[in-house]
């Protein structure tokens, strides 16, 4: 059971660091695709008008023509790559997005059930791109490491692992909060982040980030849609929107 939650654990931490695409406000999309059978049907460009869609900065490869903020730090700026993951059966492509360290902050895949390569890729990539929440960013608390600062981190954390070794008693401790019909870990992420998790799923719930204001977060659905919540006398209560545009609140209490 403790192995079984720990798994559960590290999925739900990978699933939240690949939803963190919305972090960012620039993208770089190369003129051209490492992988030479993605460079075909104006993917590119409709990649371009994708991202522009959901409000990122798209930048070109001319980095003397990128906006200040990008080009004092690059580490504000993630790579966008396309690759051709079509089988015989499907139209595929994947979009992987790399940091300033070469690190992929997360992929999305989509496919088309049409047979005909232009637009099948074309609409696979449409498909891509539903599943990216729209740019809402924050400041990358990032530094490009060379081989000899990531060596030096390496070493640290190893030390800083025997010191700090966690406590048995509260290891894989999880704050339970239910709205009457679903039972889920809180679990944080940092002191500025927290997710809402089902055990049984690996994608979280609801991602917390906080605001400027005390106890008031930016929260990102399972569904990628974006909205409001906050604590109140110990819930944990989130706006959600109807469907004639009036709002309601969910409440999650602690058990």
Request: proline share 4%; charged share 25%; glycine share 4%.
């Amino acid at each position: 059971m403790k192995k079984f939650l720990q798994l559960s654990i590290l999925f739900l931490f990978a699933s939240f660091y690949g939803q963190n695409i919305s972090d960012y406000r620039y993208i770089y999309v190369p003129s051209e695709f490492s992988d030479v059978k993605a460079n075909k049907y104006g993917l590119n460009t409709l990649l371009n008008e994708k991202l522009k869609q959901k409000k990122f900065m798209v930048v070109a490869g001319d980095k003397t023509q990128w906006p200040e903020e990008a080009k004092q730090n690059p580490c504000e700026v993630l790579t966008a790559g396309l690759r051709d993951t079509s089988n015989m059966f499907k139209n595929k492509v994947a979009i992987d997005f790399v940091d300033c360290n070469n690190k992929t902050v997360a992929t999305v895949e989509g496919k088309s059930s049409i047979k005909e390569f232009e637009p099948g890729m074309r609409e696979a990539l449409e498909m891509a791109a539903k599943s990216i929440a729209v740019s809402s960013p924050v400041k990358q608390n990032i530094a490009v490491k060379t081989p000899a600062a990531q060596h030096q981190t390496q070493a640290v954390s190893v030390e800083e692992a025997s010191v700090h070794k966690p406590d048995p008693k509260t290891e894989n401790k999880a704050e339970i909060f239910s709205n009457g019909n679903l039972m889920l870990n809180r679990i944080f992420i940092s002191d500025s982040q927290f997710i809402l998790a089902n055990p049984n799923n690996s994608t979280p719930y609801a991602i917390f980030k906080a605001s400027t204001k005390k106890d008031v977060y930016r929260v990102q659905l399972q569904d990628g849609t974006q909205t409001l919540g906050y604590m109140e006398d110990g819930k944990i209560i989130i706006e959600l929107q109807s469907a004639d545009g009036s709002f309601r609140k969910e409440i999650f209490e602690g058990k």
